[in-house]
């Protein structure tokens, strides 16, 4: 197991774009172990490799139906419906809003052996590729809220105590501890 500590809101390489992945070799299957280990020690049904500080287009996720990693992912929308819900993030413990995103997306990527991967996701899946894709892309859920709500949880970061000392890496284990806790909410839990 190698759990990695989780970067926080105010870390520079949250808000970077993300690097695509052009060689598939042990430092990259190294990295899918770290993040997908992070993820359950963390209690979070998914993490981007820029949480643990690694400017690399790879997440992984464990959303209690579907489970596994994707590497230079891509998605696009699948049909009209949306679907609203409370989102929370790792990279910003406590803050919790909801988030308007797509209800179904086709996804595609590739593996850590680079072989290439197509699914549609749907629901908390599609919810969770959508919101560890933005990682990729340097951006966070902060971003996707109305304007009131982007204040309030605005208010909330800068009230936290994490924020107020300048903290910006918790250890996984200070996060959420282990996934037998977080497994009581499994649709409320942060990604």
């Not at 850590?112 to 859920?141: I, N, S, W, Y």
């Not at 250890?171 to 839990?189: H, P, V």
């Amino acid at each position: 197991m190698t759990i990695q500590p989780v970067r926080l809101f105010g870390d520079p390489i949250l808000r970077a774009r993300a690097a695509e992945v052009e060689t598939f070799d042990r430092e990259v299957r190294q990295l899918v172990t770290d993040l997908t280990d992070t993820m359950y020690e963390s209690g979070g049904v998914g993490m981007a490799a820029p949480q643990i500080g690694v400017g690399l287009r790879v997440f992984v996720y464990d959303t209690g139906e579907a489970h596994g990693h994707l590497i230079n992912p891509v998605w696009e929308v699948a049909g009209e419906e949306t679907q609203t819900g409370v989102e929370g993030c790792l990279s910003i413990p406590g803050v919790r809003e909801d988030v308007t995103r797509a209800m179904t997306v086709l996804v595609r990527g590739v593996d850590q052996t680079g072989k290439p991967v197509e699914f549609r996701a749907e629901g908390l899946l599609a919810r969770c590729v959508q919101h560890e894709t933005d990682h990729l892309d340097g951006m966070l859920f902060l971003q996707r809220l109305e304007p009131a709500a982007r204040k309030d949880a605005m208010r909330a970061v800068r009230e936290s105590s994490w924020f107020a000392q300048g903290i910006t890496v918790l250890s996984a284990s200070q996060l959420g501890g282990s996934r037998r806790r977080a497994e009581a909410g499994t649709q409320e839990r942060s990604r």
